[in-house]
């Protein structure tokens, strides 16, 4: 295994490895870490975030989410983004299971997390490198915006059709 590069938030590695038909290959697998993604509900709406993100060069409408940080659950890394991105607490946090983002070049597993009973709290302050606004955002209509293409982020898309049913 060969570090190509190692940043704050990820590394990049290249290795040798075996595929199950017994053929070996080169691969280079991102480690980006593990994150979780929070669907907030609050009477019939959902609080979701427009960030701009740059390495796409737009705003994007988004649940809070976020990287695991070192001995940190996945249950309060999703407790700290909720309040960090939204200035809001859940007394109910129900675990919606994971995805892996993108297999084929990076192990990033997503935390799915569905958030209630939200209370403010100012426990966490964002990050400073996050332009974000928090918008509530009727149930139905994100189903919508998933449908007609103002919602495309992924982890987003996922932790909306696990916890709401069609």
């Known amino acids: ?13 290249k290795e040798e490895f075996l595929l199950p038909n017994g053929r070996k290959k080169e691969g280079v697998v991102i480690h980006p870490g593990d994150a979780v ?3 907030p509900f609050d009477a019939g709406e959902c609080l979701l975030l427009r960030q701009y993100r740059y390495a796409v060069g737009e705003w994007i409408l988004e649940a809070p989410a976020g990287t695991i940080n070192e001995g940190e659950s996945p249950d309060e890394c999703a407790r700290r983004e909720l309040i960090e991105e939204t200035g809001f607490r859940a007394t109910t946090l129900v675990p919606r299971g994971s995805v892996m983002t993108t ?10 997390f569905e958030a209630h009973g ?10 400073d490198d996050e332009v974000i606004e928090t918008l509530r955002v009727p149930v139905p209509e994100i189903r919508e915006m998933i449908l007609d293409g ?8 996922c932790v909306f059709y696990r916890c709401v049913r069609p």
């Open 37 to 39: 993604v929070v669907l």
């Open 150 to 157: 103002r919602i495309s982020d992924a982890k987003t898309i």
């Open 103 to 112: 297999p084929g070049f990076t192990d990033e597993r997503l935390f799915l």
């Open 118 to 127: 939200l209370t403010p709290s100012d426990e966490f302050l964002p990050d």
């Open 1 to 13: 295994m060969t570090e190509l590069y190692r940043g704050r938030r990820l590394w990049v590695e």
